[in-house]
Structure formats: C-alpha cells, structure tokens
C-alpha cells in the first residue's frame, strides 16, 4: 500500500471516499435543482389555471347575466303580446311578436339550439352554459388541480433530495472527522460514514425512481365534458363522459366522484357507492365525498355504514349541519328513536349556536343553514311518505322493509318534523328557538274554489282535494281556537316537495279566539296566470309555531 | 538537500493535480453562481407571466362586463327604437282619429325612450345595418389595454422554462468537473503509473466541461 500511495494510505481512501460522495453530492444536486424547477413550473401553471379558470367562469356568468337580462325582455314582449290580444288589440299584439323577434335576435341563448321561438318552453340554459362556459373553466379548473398535486409531489421529491444531501454531508463530515484522530475511531467514523452513504443511496434510488402521477390532458377533456352534459341532466352522456376520463387516467379521483354523484341521479345507488369509495380510495377523501356516500348508504338501507360514513363527514366538518341530520335520520331509520331525537336535539343546538353567533358578530347565518335545515324537513316527510306507502315523485327514502320498527319511526318522524319546521321558522324570524307552548289548535285544512253564476256573481264553494287546470284561486279552510288577535301567522306553500318562497306571507291574526276561517290562495288578480299542476302543500305558522299542514292537487289536462 | 528525479517527478506531477483540482474546483464554483443567478432569472420570468396571467385574465373580465353592460343598454334602445318604428307603420296606415292619436302618442314615446338610453352605449360599435358588434368593441378594447399593461403571459413562460433547462445544463457540467476533481484526486494520490491514466481522464473530463460550458454560454444566451 504505502508503494501504491503517497502519504497515509488511510487518509489516501478517505479522500478517495470523500472524493466519490461528492460526486454524488453533485448528482443529487442536479436531481434536486430538477424536481425544484418542476415544482416551481407545476406552482406557476397551476396559478396560471386557477386565474383563468376565475376569468372564464366572470366572463361566462356575464355572457349568461346578459343572456338571461335578453330573455327577459323577451318574455315581457311574449307577455304583453298576450295581453293584446285578451285585450282584443291584434294590431299591437303583431308589434310586440315582432319586436320579439328583433329581441331573440340579440343573444345566442334565444336561438337554435336553445331556444325554440315556436314552442312554449323556457330555453335551455344549461346546455348555454355549458357551450359558452363552463366545460372550458372546468378544463382550466382540473388543470389547476393536477398542477397543483404536480407541484406537491415534485416539491415533496426536491425535499427529499435536500434531506438526502444534508445526510451526505453528515457522513463527509464523518469522513473528514476520521482523518484527525488515530485508532479504531478513525475506522468506525469511516464505518458509520459509509453506512449513511449506502442508506442515503438506497433512498435516493427508491425517490428517483418513484413515478410521479398524472392526470391526462384527454381524461380532464373528458371529465369537463361529463360536468357539462351532467350540468344539463344528460345523465347518461355524462356518466360515459366520466368513463372516458376513468379509461384514461383510471385513478381520477374527481372522474369517480362526479360519476357517482350521476349514478346517484339516475337512481343507480350500488353503482354510486362503488364509484365514492373509490374516489376515496385515490385520495379524495373529502366531506363532499363522505357525505354523499353516507347519504347513499342511507337510501340504500345501509344504516350503519350509512351513520359511519356520515360521522366520518362531520368529523372532517364539525360546522356542517346538513351531514349531522343524516347521521340523526340514519339513526332514526335503524329504529333507535330515541338515539335519533339525541342527534336531531345536538344537530339543532349547533345550529341554534351558529345562528346566535352570526346574529352576535352583528351578520347573518349562511344562507345555506336554511336549505339544510328545510332539506332535513324534507328528508324526514320523505321517510314519512314511505312508511306510508304514499311515495312522491321527488321522495328519497329508503326501502320500506329496511327500515327498523316501521311504527315507532313514524311516529317519531312526525314529531320530530313539526319540531324541526318550528326550530327552523323561529330561528329565521327572530334568531332564536321559540321557547313558547303552542296554543292555537287548528283543524285540518279542507280546500275549495270558488263557484260563480254565468253573470260572475260568486254562489258558493266545491270542496275538493284535486282541482282541474286553470284553477287560479285555492281556499283553505279550517276551524281554529286558542288563537289570539295580533299573534303573527306564517303561509309557506310548497310546489311539488319545495317551498316557493314567493308565496310567503305574514300577516297579523284578526279573526278572534276561536270560529271558523278562509285563506284564500289566488293567482285571479291577472287574467293572464293560473296554477301549474303538481301537488301544493300549504303550511301555517303561528308566532313561528308549526300548527297545520295540508295539500291540493292541480291536475293536468289530459 | 537533494531529491531524486522520480521523486521531485513526483513532486512535480502532485502539485500539477493540485493546481487542476483548485482551477476546476473554481471553475465548478463560477458555474454554481451561474446556475443560481439564471435560477433566479427564471423565477422573475414566471413572476412577470403570472403577472401578465393576471393582467390579462383581469383585461378580459373587466372588458367583458363592460361589453354586456353596453350590450345590454343596445338591447334596451332596440326595443324601443324597433317598437317606434312598428307603431309608426301602424300610425302611417290608420284612419281612425282616436287612433292615430294614441299611436301617434306611443311612436313618440318609444322613440323618445330610445333616446334616452342611446347615450348608454358607445354608438361607434354600431354597423352600418344599424347592430350592435360585440367582438369589435372586445376587439378595440383588448388592443387599448395591450398597449398599455403586458396581456401576454407565454413568452415569460417560455423564457423561464428555457432557464430552467440551462440551469440543468448547467449543473450536468459541474457533475462532469466534480467527476474531474475525483479523477485528479485519485492521480494525486497513486504512486502507481495508473495515476496518469486517471489524470488523463480527469484532464478529459475537465475539457469537456469547459468547452460544455462555453458553448453553453455562446448558444444558449440569457439569464442572470
């Protein structure tokens, strides 16, 4: 050895090791440099993607706000066409229909294909959306989000090279160390020097060679096709849209879930389940995801993986009150009442406190509270109608026979809805859970139309529960006691399953303390508008208790 | 005192490593700087097209509003210019007095309307058949503003890219010179005639890395 080197053979290798690492020291420095420099660029489109994707969807909603603003225009000039002609002026009627048609003119939304000018349809709005809007931002919005994982990956990569090299040097520290102290030392600082090395290599091979994931350009092409076909309710072009973009990156995590959330609109909800468990499963493991799925499992009659779920989705958002009245509805379709009241008594505390706090920072709840709270209302008045085997249209519910102790949840439901459209009138109109007994005792509504004499003289009433179309005028009926002048009464009346706020009406009670009465719900003072078909549900509140319910039917013509 | 030849040879030969290893090691260095200095030129590229993203996205937003807004006002004038204009055919062709008098009435009012909300729109945006055209007035707006702020973010982009790719480039030269240095280190410290060879390659390499470096900085110019 001492022939072969000059000096201490020993200080010979470990300049020769020290030599080596830093070599590599410099190869990790470029693999580093690279992953830092991907991760930048991934950081910078993604920033870019994000500000265009914010730029389509202002000037889209403006191309739709204007639009929409041209509709108008459109409807009022259909309208007052109409008008003419009841009012026996046909030379007018033929300028408003023309001048119509010089309005259609001035948006793409009032022509071919959204609009067909000969019928007597609304024009597509959706499908304007999507063409003008929408299918792009969505583009520009998942392009943002693969850019911005990019970015996290590439960035977690060039951190673990820094860790690697700040290894490296430890052990050229090591190795450096070896060469100023004599024995043994020496060769175990040498030793542990090498052994780092070797670890470090290891790992950086395990880092390099890992693949970085991504979602294709073709598959997010796709994936913003489906959202615009689902936003049109084309539910089946949209659901093959999404298998598109699954086909090609098959763990597109937001491809699963927007899938499943159409599966679940076309009534396939073993197929959604599947699709937000494996959303999960490629790491979207959000509350939208859980929320849903809990939901799914619920109509399913799932219950426990259902309650699970939905649990999971409260604990990744304690705040959202919608998620926590499944967990309680769930508990109440397992047939544990008194778990489920449980639930339902904390869900609306939370809610009374988020309502206090808003009210206290001098603001307003979201208005989203509403919509989960009259949601959760809806839920419960749907278990209902299936318990009774009186299913509508809209309910969603789950099977009969799934559901545990059949009686007993309907009796719960019951209470529990009328306490929870309580809770929910008091809280709009006066911050705060009423704390007063109900005194008023309404009886069911009965409903009628008014009958006239050929002269239009007024002759009396037809009591009925279904009316013919072109029913502009409903009474409601009732006998009443307990009531008091000046307490404040609530109308809600609901459209088929939702509420159509525009009926709202307070008014203050006049009518004395007990006898008998009649809410008239009329569309006559026009000539012009009548009450479209579908079932009506109208609801009485006194001083923002829940004290009556009842529903007419308009019926088609045939 | 006096040395042998081999020795002083040697002697000779070591301090010559010596010397290469302190050179490509400042070389290295000069290289690093470099590297660092175009690392920042590419960040400040990306920082001015995002600023350009925004500026645009922004441009086309704020014109875009402006554009409905107008349109939006046109829409209004056309519905009572066009209503005039059909109430004044109807007037033309009418005998009845009482008629002629409420039409004549409503023409004015419509036309007078449409007055009114003429000013509320730009007219030079109107074509010679009277309609309004949207796309040259998005058109004219984006060319005013381009004149005045960056709208184009992809030339920056591209810059920053094409520094970060020099910047690799780069460090790919400095892994050829630390290669170098191992090759030198490793001649300095043999007495065998291998040391040669290694100095050879490490003198190769160093070469190589040199002239990597110049044609580096000829062909592919720019950065900090």
Redo the contacts between chains.
Sequence with gaps: METMFHGDPFERLVVAIITSVTVLAAIITLLQTNASARAGQMGRDAQSYAIQAMGRRVTGQANMDYAWHAYQLYEELDVQALLADRFDDPAAAARYRALRTRIAELSPLLAPPYFDTQSNTSPNVERYEADTYLIEATALAERYAVAAALNNAWTAKANAYVTHLALLAVSLFLFGLATTVAGWIRWLFVGVGLLITGLTFVWILVITLSPIRSVSGQAIQSFAQGVGYAHQRALEQARDAFTRALQETPFYANAYYERANVLYDMGDYESAVQDYLAAQAAGRDDVNVAWNLGWTYYLLGRFDESIATSQHAVELDPAQVGVRFNVAIAWLAKGDVERARTEYAKTMEVTAQQVAQAVEKGGKPPASLWTYMDAAARDLEGLLERLRNAPRPWTEAPPRDKVVNPQAVEAAAEEIVRRLKSFTTALEYSGKPSTAAVTASISPFEFAIPTYDEEGNLIGRTIATAFPQGTDKVLALFDYSGMRDGQEVLWKLYHDGWEDPSWRLIEQWSLGESGSAEKPFSLSYTNLYQFTPGEFKIEMYVDNQFVQQGTFIIEPTE | MSTSPETEQ?SRF?TMMAILIALVTLLGAALGTR?ALI?TA??DE?FY??AA??S???T??LN??TM?RN??A???Y??YN??GD??AK?WEQTSDETQSEALGQAMQTAWAMAVAVNRFFPARYLNRDGRYDPERELGEAWAEAAMKKDLD?QPH?AA??LL?SK??RL??I??LL??A??FF??A?????ALRYVLAVGGGGLMLVGIAAAVLEELVHRGGG
């Design positions: 040697s070591q590297a690392s590419a960040g990306d097209g995002l993203s925004l645009a996205e922004e086309e937003a875009t509003l409905y349109y939006r046109y829409a209004a056309t519905r066009v209503l059909l109430v109807d973010p982009f920053a890219n970060r910047v690799s460090l790919i400095i892994i630390t290669a240095v191992w280190t490793l300095q410290g043999l007495r065998h």
